[in-house]
């Protein structure tokens, strides 16, 4: 946890929001109010906060992605999709049942 002086607290004000995403301790998302309510109404009923929630809904998301993340680190894997898919844009390339097994 990031500790400040009162004098470095008033120093930080214009800039508290940087000083504290930098250190990881704060993070701003928006969701609309029904979405928050029924977020806010889950996390009461599993007795958790909504960091414990929200941190739980990033982690499924990483891990649906998981695949993804690991294709585009593929060197020019993903230059190679673009072309692919200007070529299909120009009507160009070869349909599925073209292609050689």
Do not use: W
Request: net charge negative; proline share 1%; glycine share 6%.
């Amino acid at each position: 946890m990031k500790k400040l002086t009162i004098r470095e607290a008033r120093q930080s004000l214009s800039h508290l929001d940087r000083l504290l995403t930098a250190e990881g301790e704060v993070t701003t998302i928006r969701i609309n109010e029904e979405q928050l309510r029924q977020i806010r109404a889950i996390a009461s009923h599993e007795n958790k906060s909504l960091a414990d929630i929200f941190s739980e809904m990033a982690e499924e998301y990483i891990s649906r992605h998981r695949e993804t993340l690991s294709l585009l680190g593929i060197p020019g894997f993903l230059k190679e999709c673009q072309e692919g898919h200007e070529e299909i844009k120009a009507g160009r390339g070869k349909k599925l049942i073209e292609l050689e097994d």
